[in-house]
């Protein structure tokens, strides 16, 4: 082993002693503070060590990528979280974001299990999903483990007797009382409100207003009941009935092993459908040339420190990953949204600028009038310099010394903003909003183009900002 790597290994086992022994991510970073690999562990010190041990052989015991990910390793930091789930979660949500070479599982679309309880619905419905309603109903989760999850609904069902089928019933409806309920009325694990055998307000107040405060409890009554059931079946040498007592409190107990909608955003389980929202776009912003490709571009900034421009691509109404891009503020000293657009704006579309990237076909802004004023100008600016760039090409008698793509420096491209709170769109040309109504497709779409480009530069920003973790990407 070569003198350096051995001080590579040595600094890195001394960083490892100082690890906690909590729940928590880790990091693998190579040259350059990239990072090579997020992982998750119930003790990180012990599970960091792991990789580093002399006498483990790597290539045998986990495999030659391992081995070749570790060789690369220059230093290891680590975020410490309050569960075991929030790892989990915290995990799959970075690694959707970084997207690590050597992480192949989480980075994909697939998302992590909701409990959905359709609360607009004359008579709620409780499902397990992972493409919740995007309005009118009750979230909770995202849940680590579908299958849990699946078992413990049978258990709860059996107790507050919701329904879980999706047949559409109306309170309205006289015809119900004719109707035949399921089976599953007949065992008692459902009410049968498609059957008129409940009124819609006592199914409301006692099914599913019971069943939300149990979620939102600490269940500790139907615990104790279930222990002390447990007990006495173990004492009357009823094994059998003892073990589906404790396989009932494990379900229960692993209702705490999920997130909350708010803090653990999944923003691919919310996603629109894209096709008529792409056509609504395109009508909007009247082009001749379909949308196809989407960026979006938002600004964090806490407190003047560390300013982070974020860029995320959608293609066909659906987020791109591996065409996201952050930035470091480099040129801004001060707290100044307009020029901080303005600068991931030149940075960015510099090389579309010379014909080496394509040109997408919308840039959405994050902000109001003033944050698309800046991105205009900054756009106007770039092409400003490079036609007398051209100019001073063509006066030299030499047109095939001209940069490449000047020729064609104008693109078909759209500019638009899109402020929070009343959604407002702004387009170049008007100082007044477009205002959509709030379920027209091509809203949505930006809406979610908009949100994800927040929560890419927010999420990363605020989570690692401390850590002095940012990629030097752009």
């Not at 065992?187 to 059957?195: L, M, S, V």
């Amino acid at each position: 082993m070569m003198a350096n790597d051995e001080d590579r290994l040595h600094a890195i086992r001394r960083r490892i002693r100082d690890l906690p022994t909590t729940p928590g991510l880790y990091f693998f970073k190579g040259h350059a503070e990239k990072v090579l690999y997020i992982g998750k562990a119930k003790n990180l010190r012990s599970r960091v060590a792991s990789y580093f041990q002399q006498a483990a052989d790597l290539a045998a015991s986990r495999g030659p990528k391992i081995a070749e990910m570790v060789a690369k390793v220059e230093a290891v930091d680590f975020i410490e979280t309050k569960s075991e789930v929030d790892a989990v979660l915290q995990e799959a949500r970075l690694i959707k974001d970084i997207r690590p070479p050597y992480n192949t599982d989480l980075v994909d679309d697939k998302t992590f299990p909701y409990l959905e309880i359709t609360t607009s619905d004359d008579f709620p419905g409780v499902y397990i999903t992972r493409k919740p309603r995007p309005k009118g109903s009750r979230l909770f989760g995202p849940f680590t483990g579908a299958r849990d999850l699946r078992q413990v609904i049978v258990v709860l069902q059996k107790i507050f007797r919701f329904r879980t089928c999706n047949l559409k019933i109306s309170d309205a409806d006289e015809k119900r009382r004719f109707f035949r309920p399921c089976i599953l009325f007949s065992i008692k694990q459902c009410t049968a409100p498609c059957a008129a055998r409940i009124e819609k307000s006592e199914y409301r107040k006692t099914v599913i207003g019971d069943l939300v405060k149990f979620l939102r409890s600490k269940r500790s009554t139907i615990l104790r009941q279930l222990r002390k059931q447990m007990a006495d079946a173990s004492a009357a040498l009823r094994y059998e009935k003892a073990a589906i007592c404790r396989d009932r409190i494990r379900l229960i107990e692993n209702l705490d092993r999920r997130g909350t909608p708010d803090e653990h955003v999944q923003p691919e389980a919310f996603a629109v459908d894209p096709a008529e929202a792409l056509l609504q776009l395109r009508e909007l912003l009247g082009r001749t040339n379909p949308v196809r490709i989407i960026e979006g571009i938002d600004i964090a900034c806490i407190g003047g420190a560390e300013a982070v421009g974020s860029l995320v691509k959608f293609i066909d109404g659906r987020p791109f990953k591996s065409g996201y891009r952050r930035f470091r503020i480099k040129t801004v000293k001060r707290i100044d949204d307009y020029a901080m657009i303005a600068e991931v704006v030149r940075r960015r579309y510099k090389y579309a600028l010379r014909g080496e990237e394509l040109w997408p076909d919308l840039v959405l802004i994050d902000g109001g009038l003033g944050h698309l004023h800046a991105a205009q100008a900054a756009f106007n600016d770039m092409i400003a310099d490079n036609l007398l760039t051209q100019k001073a090409a063509a006066s030299t008698d030499k047109p095939q010394n001209a940069p490449t793509g000047l020729r064609n420096a104008l693109p078909n491209l759209s500019i638009a903003s899109i402020a929070k709170k009343q959604e407002d769109i702004f387009l170049p040309g008007s100082s007044k909003p477009l205002k959509l109504p709030a379920n027209a497709p091509a809203r949505k779409l930006l809406q979610y183009v908009r949100d994800e480009a927040h929560r890419f530069a927010q999420h990363y920003h605020h989570i690692l900002r401390d850590k002095k973790m940012l990629s030097k990407k752009g």
